[in-house]
Nanobody, 118 residues
Framework: QIPLVESGGGSVQAGESLRLSCTAP????????ARWYRQATGKQREWVSS???????SYADSVKGRFTIFKDKAKDTVYLQMNSLEPEDTAMYSC????????????WGRGTQVTVSS
């Protein structure tokens, strides 16, 4: 399996934006969807957003209207655009594959840390 690589995390103030990236060779092909999860210190892992192989998207209620997931096939990358960040968004964000063939080919990344201060 090819490990996915996340990047784009950082420390920001509430109200600011970040764009997370999840990439690997061939990852954003039509065979692959993707999902983002996050885990804050001391809390359970939480699903954030998904994009399916037909490019339909879904979001957790806590991020709906603020986060956008999308793919760039030319760059083999899935992005999570995060706007209007809140301190409650502070967590380690990781991405994983969606779809049978994609899940066989790719493994979850190690994550990227997002810290939002008030």
């Amino acid at each position: 399996q090819i490990p996915l690589v996340e990047s784009g995390g950082g420390s920001v103030q509430a109200g600011e934006s970040l764009r997370l990236s999840c990439t690997a060779p061939g990852f954003a092909s039509d065979n692959c969807g993707a999902r983002w999860y996050r885990q804050a210190t001391g809390k359970q892992r939480e699903w954030v957003s998904s994009i399916s192989t037909d490019a339909s998207t879904s979001y957790a209620d806590s991020v709906k209207g603020r986060f956008t997931i999308f793919k760039d096939k030319a760059k083999d990358t899935v992005y999570l655009q995060m706007n209007s960040l809140e301190p409650e968004d502070t967590a380690m964000y990781s991405c994983g594959p969606v779809g049978f063939m994609c899940s066989v080919s790719y493994s979850w990344g190690r994550g990227t840390q997002v810290t939002v201060s008030s």
